[in-house]
């Protein structure tokens, strides 16, 4: 019997976020129609349940998130940027947020140079630059996390970034940063390229990171760093909304 993950990938192969970003033991349930298709997540960071639906037919993203939640409170819902404005008032958020998911391979990475230096897991300057972030969503602490990276320059952390383990190994970049007073130096470039050189030594099958759909400056960044762009999705917190309002 194939497992929840498989069942995913078989029915959107190219998928990028589903090949990255889908972990079986999170999966509480999964409906596929054809090539869209949808799972229910628990958190366990936060023990929030998510309702993620991929697809570009709205009408059919929509039955898929009434099945996923047809007996399950969900605490907000992840679905394509061009579905997202078309779904039964049930399923918008509030605050909803675009955002973008980027990948670099590291086959065609190349060598890179970089004045960052790997920090100590513990080191407390970290969570004093964080507070600058309004994205940051992975701390000092986590279980998750392989190494963090920053410049510092005279003991002054001024920019920031880490590497988290993936369902499937890849390398994701968290929490990027730099204070306020050194932006514009290209630090969160060094940043990136000193975390892109210690993932490649690891060997890992793929590099990705996400932001915000509106940032410009990070944009240009990770374009110059060789990312591609390869999805635009709209998330937001329905507060433990479920199908059954939709009628």
């Known amino acids: 019997m194939s497992t929840g993950s498989e069942l995913l990938v078989a029915a959107r192969p190219d998928d990028q976020l589903i090949k990255w970003r889908v972990a079986d033991a999170d999966l509480v349930r999964v409906e596929v129609d054809g090539d869209h298709v949808g799972w229910l997540r628990v958190s366990k960071e936060t023990g929030e349940v998510w309702a ?27 679905v394509e940027d061009s579905v997202y404005a078309k779904l039964p008032p049930a399923f918008l958020s509030a605050e909803p947020r675009s955002w973008c998911l980027w990948t670099l391979d590291p086959v065609k990475s190349g060598n890179r140079e970089s004045t960052a230096i790997t920090l100590a897991p513990n080191d407390k300057r970290i969570g004093e630059l964080l507070v600058h972030s309004d994205s940051a969503h992975v701390f000092p602490g986590n279980d998750n996390i392989v190494r963090w990276c920053g410049v510092v320059r005279e003991d002054e952390l001024l920019s920031v970034g880490a590497q988290v383990r993936s369902a499937n190994g890849a390398a994701h970049l968290v929490s990027i940063c730099t204070h306020p007073s050194a932006r514009g130096a290209g630090l969160a470039r060094e940043v990136c390229n000193a975390l892109i050189t210690e993932a490649i030594a690891d060997e890992v099958p793929m590099i990705f990171l996400e932001m915000f759909a509106g940032n410009e400056h990070g944009r240009r960044v ?23 309002t939709v009628s």
């Not at 037919?57 to 047809?70: E, K, N, P, V, Y």
């Not at 374009?223 to 479920?242: H, M, P, Q, T, W």
């Open 52 to 78: 993620t639906a991929l697809g570009s037919d709205s009408g059919r993203i929509t039955a898929i998130l009434i099945a996923l939640t047809a007996t399950t409170l969900i605490d907000g819902i992840t």
């Open 222 to 244: 990770y374009s110059a760093l060789g990312f591609s762009e390869v999805g635009i999705y709209r998330s937001g917190r329905l507060n433990k909304l479920a199908a059954q």
